[in-house]
């Protein structure tokens, strides 16, 4: 799967947190690759009871972990008591990646659910929509029919994550 926009992480956020009362007081993390594959959704806490800047050390332990490497994360979790105000879950965002802890990784940003729906600092559509996103990796689309040895750049970008895979799995058991 492709994260191509806001509303896959929504989708997947939704999806991971709301399937029941116990996984709704979890703390989510839901991680993607450098082409933004997703690679994994994660429990961070099981009970969420501190603001989200409080597990720091238990997000950069799960970053830690197989599989690697990760280049995205999108956080999510239930507010127990989310502000009116429009700007505080942007703050948020600015102290969660104020110091540098994150390193490679970048934060597209955190969904949280409450009783009628949800607040997002995720861009909400394509991220190819948005000023300031440039730097993402974007899904194409290029029609069939791709016979062996097809020059397009979807089969050619194929080819080279097959072989960077093979390379890696070889030095990994060489
Ligand atoms: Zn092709």
Do not use: K
């Amino acid at each position: 799967m492709i994260i191509e926009a806001g509303y896959d992480i929504v989708t997947l956020a939704d999806a991971s947190l709301n399937r029941n009362s116990r996984t709704r007081r979890a703390l989510w993390m839901i991680t993607m690759d450098e082409y933004l594959h997703l690679v994994t959704t994660t429990r961070i806490a099981r009970e969420m009871d501190l603001p989200v800047a409080a597990y720091i050390d238990e997000i950069s332990a799960a970053l830690r972990q197989p599989p690697l490497p990760v280049r995205y994360i999108a956080l999510a979790y239930r507010a127990t008591s989310p502000s009116s105000d429009s700007t505080w879950l942007g703050e948020i965002d600015e102290r969660l990646t104020a110091d540098g802890w994150l390193g490679d990784v970048e934060l597209l940003g955190q969904v949280v659910f409450d009783r009628t729906g949800y607040f997002s600092t995720v861009p909400r559509f394509s991220f190819r929509d948005y000023i300031g996103l440039e730097h993402l990796p974007r899904a194409v689309s290029v029609l069939g029919p791709h016979d062996v040895g097809c020059e397009c750049v979807a089969c050619v970008h194929f080819e080279q994550m097959l072989l960077e895979n093979r390379q890696s799995a070889e030095a990994d058991s060489g």
